[in-house]
């Protein structure tokens, strides 16, 4: 990868930008959202969920003598089932995101390599379980993100993620160009919409991708080589092009707004700092 | 353009073919338009149905066609490997003599010569084959041209280039004999005249397994100048050449002294027949200065034809009264004496003591009997210190009064008449000249008749050197011209007059040889006793391309009593033989019955010379084809930028570019308009070369001295010029820089005559051979017929090196080269010398240097030490130039002395 000889080290640096105090404030007053995820279901978690009458198969030592007291029956004291809240990063990782032009610093690849690790990192230091979707199970050991490191940087075909089952509550992020037509976005994603309000969409993009910056006579082709358009004049279909990648973007981001998820544009030439604290500050506000 | 075309040859020409598709490859290119730019770009549906709203062409541009067009067929025409003037070379197998023609017909063609034989040894060496290398022509008496042992490539090369051709006959028969003795292919180098033994070499080469003959073309052949009999009074040389075709006309060209240049005519050739005569038509002031002959453009010994020297030009006072000459013009003597002489000497006529007072070389007393005795004295002086003194006899000297002195011998009182009525005798006739008689050699007419003359009262050839000599005797053995050597002096007495009153020798063409060849011992009484019997020494001798040198130990004398059936002969080269004070020409022409061209006689194949080198061409169409292809680059990533913006302006490129390369083309147009303001202001002139680099040099180093001298003197010169000397007027400019390039053409006669006017009236050129040596070959093909005075080196006190600056040395791009001016006591130009030669290339030095303009003031740039002198030379020189000796006054002595002490 060039011009990353190392991803992590990377990742690391951009994550050490992120002041840990105030991102623990954030996470404990809001810890409904982040670290300690109650499961609202009975657990094994050190809140008090509910009461139960006694049954067999029950720990001795759950009954609440107290309450049994109270009444002629035994009761178990139940503690909410506590687990470590999950995030799963997806990254769109075919070839459309080698796309590199000349203005850019990175890859789009790079770009969504950098931020899916940085915010695998900020989640796993929160104590969160962090995998990459349909990979296996979640975890946050070393080695766990050694794992999630390397699958984003394996190159993949598809261009959206496949089918996998979302955690409730989990913490959802897809890094992607989204140039998909908005249809397939939608369907997509809406099953994971209804599933989690905290997702988000980074939509990561090269200056190019926005601006056109190209001149004279040009053949734009897919990254395939497969398809092709002849353009005669590259400077005069510009202004055309930039309404239809804004109508692109609006329409992701009208997407995340409508299950409630947050929305980021990140350009490949601009420090991912910018777009990350964007991110986590947009997440505080919640 | 033709000849251009004539000398090209495609080494490859199935290539040529190639050129058909042209036609194809035009549609081809016309269907397809430019190649766009290939971007990939993953937003590609977004780009779905965008198209630009403005219409592009779909063709390709006609001009892009065309030079896309002309890049294939320049690759084409390159592939077909074109040369130009092919080399010649023939296909040999086993082993090669190289014969290689050295004799004096072979100068002509030299070049030609040396380099087919040259390409020879080259494709020997690349077929390992054995080769020797034999010239035709001995270099040496006794030696014969034999069968030489086979030598490497590296030898036979310096081999070859150490031959040269030799004034005189090959030795055909000795070469047939070693081409029988040797087994192989023989190639033959030929002048393509035929020699002497011709045949035999023929019917040597013939019994050859392979061989072949090179001649040059018929139009190449040498020519020769000859002259039978001398001309009077108009110089006439005969040319002697081939019979075959030669259509353009013969520049003969008459030189003076040192080579200048007198007249040059065109001899007609088209449908001429050889011996062809040139006549000139000169006046009569310039025939005395007559020295030799030459073909213009031609080499060798045989386009020389040097006329016998009769020594400087001499001073010769008459005495006689200018009043009495013009009333009793034709039977006064001094008349007669005067008109002899006036082509050869400069004449005049006054008394004694007015001719005694000029110091004449010779003074004539034509029938002056009596004397005062105070003017007799200063005569008898003046003719010890080594005056010639030459009297002619008459009948003023039978007076009974007369003075024997100042003559040869005693003279009888009284003229002894042949003729008057009381006398029986028939007028008497001239005994031929015998070898010991210091006219020998002056053609004698019998028609001459003495019928007067002074006896003298005793015989003379007493045996005793320092008695009186007879030179010349009439048919009764009595003395006609007597001499005697006194002190440094010389005596010489014609005893008849100087007019036709006793004799016809006044109205004979021998009266002007007579007087001519006693002119050459004005100064030189001595040589008449020195060996004129025996032979005539060399002086100078030709060498194969007719340049005099110095005779080596080898060239042997001639014998004077046979001397016009000598041929030129490595004993006897073409050249000047001497005895005493007569200087005889011995022409090479002389001796060349005819000139017949191999090539009309034998019915051999004749391979022809290569004009000059053989040039490949590929190179240059590759660069073409390169240039072309980085212009279709250039305008392709114009065209991809906008294509539709730069459409017009590009035409307007286009024909700027084409208005510019039009000019750069034909700057000669621009530069032809002479400047009227040379004459108003004070401007650096040099000539131009025709090599546009040193020519640019030269100007810009004549402008950075420009500024140097407005910077640091009074003289401004207000810029520089570029002269043509044979078109622009020179007499404006101080001084003319005139870089010596090898480029330069020969002056035409025109150009001559104009930088000789200038040289004549005042001006003055920096001849500058840009080679760090004052010597250089184009110098005197550039100068040689210009009449410079002799050359000095520069003495240290030259006031070249006080004229500005104090200068010890006159560094330019070189330091070392002498630098020689002309000896400054022999000229009157106000001590400036004409000519200042040198080869430390000034101007190139100038021209390193930077001229920049800061707040209206001029500032030089660059300098090293050696700049600096060079420029402060430039200084002094246009100083020199414009205030001559000035300088040499008092004005440094100070100084001079100070640092003398130091």
């Known amino acids: ?286 | 353009m033709n000849g251009f075309f004539a000398n090209l040859a495609f080494l490859n020409p199935t290539a040529l073919l190639a050129l058909l598709a042209l036609p194809a490859l035009y549609l081809l290119l016309r269907v397809t338009p430019p190649t766009p730019k290939v971007v990939a770009f993953p937003a590609l549906r977004l780009l779905e149905g965008l198209q630009p709203k403005q219409n592009t062409p779909s063709h390709t541009p006609w001009w892009i066609l065309l030079l896309r067009m002309l890049m294939a067929a320049l690759l084409l025409l390159a592939l077909a490997r074109p040369v130009l003037n092919p080399l010649e070379a023939t296909e040999t197998r086993g082993d090669v003599l190289l014969l290689v023609d050295n004799g004096w017909s072979a100068a002509q063609n030299w070049d030609d010569i040396q380099t087919a034989a040259e390409n020879q040894i080259k494709q020997a060496a690349r077929n390992n084959q054995q080769m020797r290398i034999m010239a035709t022509t001995s270099a040496e008496a006794g030696t014969a041209p034999a069968l030489p042992e086979p030598s490497t490539e590296s030898d036979a090369l310096s081999e070859l280039r150490a031959t040269k051709p030799h004034p005189w006959k090959p030795d055909l028969e000795s070469v047939a004999e070693a081409v029988d003795a040797f087994d192989g292919t023989v190639i033959w180098f030929s002048d393509g005249v035929r020699h002497l033994k011709h045949n035999a070499l023929i019917d040597a080469l013939e019994n050859k397994s392979g061989f072949a003959v090179y001649a040059p073309a018929s139009v190449d052949l040498p020519l020769a100048l000859k002259s039978d009999e001398g001309f009077s009074t108009q110089p006439e040389i005969e040319i002697e050449g081939p019979s075959t075709g030669r259509d353009t006309p013969i520049r003969v060209q008459l030189l003076g002294e040192r080579g200048t240049l007198l007249d040059e005519i065109a001899v007609e050739t088209a449908g001429e027949s050889f011996p062809l005569t040139a006549s000139f038509d000169i006046p009569s002031s310039l025939q005395n200065r007559v020295s030799s002959f030459q073909i213009s453009g031609a080499r060798g010994a045989n386009a020389k034809y040097f006329l016998d020297n009769v020594g400087g030009p001499k001073s010769v006072g008459i005495v006689s009264s200018a009043e009495i000459a013009q009333t009793r013009q034709f039977t006064e003597d001094s008349f007669y004496l005067r008109k002899a002489l006036e082509p050869y000497a400069s004449v005049s006529q006054g008394s004694l003591d007015d001719i005694l007072a000029i110091e004449p070389s010779v003074i004539i007393l034509p029938d002056i009997g009596t004397m005062p005795q105070d003017a007799l004295n200063s005569l008898s002086t003046w003719v010890d210190e080594g005056g010639l003194l030459l009297r002619f006899a008459g009948p003023n000297m039978t007076q009974s009064n007369r003075q024997n002195a100042l003559t040869p011998l005693p003279l009888r009182p009284e003229a002894r008449n042949v003729e008057g009525s009381l006398s029986w005798d028939k007028p008497l006739k001239i005994e031929p000249l015998t070898p010991d008689s210091p006219l020998y050699g002056i053609g004698l007419d019998d028609q001459i008749e003495v019928s007067g003359q002074i006896l003298p009262a005793v015989s003379a050839d007493t045996g005793d050197e320092n008695a009186a000599q007879s030179w010349m005797l009439l048919e009764d053995g009595t003395p006609l011209i007597t001499a005697k050597q006194q002190e440094q002096g010389l005596l010489v007495m014609v005893h008849t007059t100087a007019s036709p009153l006793w004799s016809d020798l006044a109205l004979s063409g021998v009266y002007v040889d007579m007087l001519k060849r006693i002119m050459t011992f004005a100064g030189q009484s001595n040589a008449i006793n020195t060996n004129r019997v025996g032979s005539l020494q060399p002086v100078r001798i030709m060498d194969g391309f007719g340049t005099l040198q110095s005779p080596g130990q080898k060239v042997k004398p001639l014998d004077l009593a046979t001397v016009d059936e000598y041929a030129p002969s490595p004993d006897h080269p073409p050249g000047f033989y001497a005895a005493g004070g007569l200087q005889q020409a011995f022409n090479l022409g002389d001796s060349i019955p005819e000139i017949k061209a191999i090539a009309s006689e034998s019915n051999l194949t004749l391979h022809p010379y290569g004009q000059s080198y053989e040039t490949d061409l590929i190179p240059n169409l590759l660069a073409a084809a390169f240039i072309l292809l980085i212009i279709d680059a250039l305008i392709m990533a114009f065209l991809s930028r906008n294509f539709a913006r730069i459409k017009i302006p590009f035409a307007k490129t286009v024909s700027v570019f084409a208005v510019f390369a039009l000019l750069t083309l034909s700057p000669m147009k621009a530069a032809a308009q002479q400047n009227a303001d040379a004459s108003k202001d004070l401007y650096l002139a040099y000539i131009q070369t025709g090599n546009a680099d040193i020519d640019n040099t030269t100007r810009k180093g004549l402008e950075v001295l420009s500024a140097a001298l407005n910077i640091r003197t009074s003289a401004e010169p207000a810029g520089v010029q570029s002269v043509n000397p044979e078109t622009d007027v020179l007499a404006f400019y101080p001084i003319i820089y005139w870089p010596i390039s090898s480029s330069q053409e020969r002056p035409s006669a025109e150009a001559i005559r104009n930088l000789q006017d200038y040289l004549d009236h005042g001006g003055t050129i920096l001849v500058d051979t840009r080679q760090g040596s004052a010597r250089s070959e184009d110098l005197q093909r550039l100068m040689g017929g210009l009449n410079i005075p002799p050359l000095q080196e520069i003495p240290e006190d030259h006031v070249l090196s006080r004229a500005f600056y104090l200068l010890d040395n006159y560094p330019g791009r070189f330091e070392n080269a002498k630098l020689w001016v002309e000896n400054q006591n022999t000229n009157d130009r106000d001590g400036v010398s004409s000519v200042i030669l040198g080869g430390n290339d000034w101007a190139g030095a100038w021209s390193e240097l930077t001229v920049i303009e800061r707040n209206n003031r001029q500032y030089m740039t660059g300098k090293s030490e050696r700049h600096e002198m060079s420029i402060r030379f430039g200084v002094n020189l246009v100083m020199y130039a414009l205030t001559g000796n000035y300088k040499t006054d008092q004005v440094h002595v100070p100084h001079i002395l100070e640092r003398l002490d130091q």
């Open chain 1, 1 to 286: 990868m060039p011009g990353f000889p190392n991803l992590r080290t990377e990742a690391e640096r951009t994550a050490s930008q992120i002041p840990d105090i105030k991102r623990l404030a954030v996470r404990t007053a809001y810890h409904i959202l982040h670290g300690n995820n109650p499961q609202r279901r009975a657990g094994s978690g050190d809140a008090f969920w509910q009461f139960r009458e006694y049954q067999p198969g029950d720990m001795p030592r759950d009954i609440d003598w107290r309450q049994s007291a109270k009444t002629d029956r035994v009761f178990i004291r139940q503690k909410e089932q506590h687990s470590a809240q999950t995030c799963l990063i997806w990254a769109k990782r075919n070839t459309d995101m080698r796309f590199q032009s000349e203005g850019s610093q990175y890859s789009k690849q790079d770009a969504a390599a950098v931020i899916g690790l940085t915010l695998a990192l900020l989640h796993s230091r929160m104590g969160e379980l962090v995998g990459f979707p349909a990979t296996g199970r979640a975890g946050h050991s070393e080695k766990k993100l050694q794992e999630f490191e390397q699958t984003l940087m394996e190159a993949a075909p598809e261009s959206m993620p496949s089918a996998f089952q979302m955690p409730k509550h989990a913490h959802f992020y897809a890094i992607s160009d989204f140039l998909e037509p908005p249809a397939e976005i939608e369907a997509a994603f809406s099953g994971h919409g209804a599933r989690t309000q905290n997702g988000a969409f980074i939509h990561v993009l090269d200056p190019a991708e926005i601006e056109l910056p190209y001149e004279g006579r040009i053949l734009f082709e897919d990254m395939y080589g497969q398809k092709s358009q002849l353009v005669s004049n590259a400077v005069d279909i510009r202004q055309d092009y930039a309404e239809r990648i804004q109508a692109q973007i609006d329409t992701v981001r009208d997407l995340a707004m409508k299950w409630g998820w947050r929305y980021v544009l990140h350009r490949t030439d601009t420090p991912f700092e910018d777009t990350l604290k964007t991110l986590w500050l947009a997440e505080a506000r919640i």
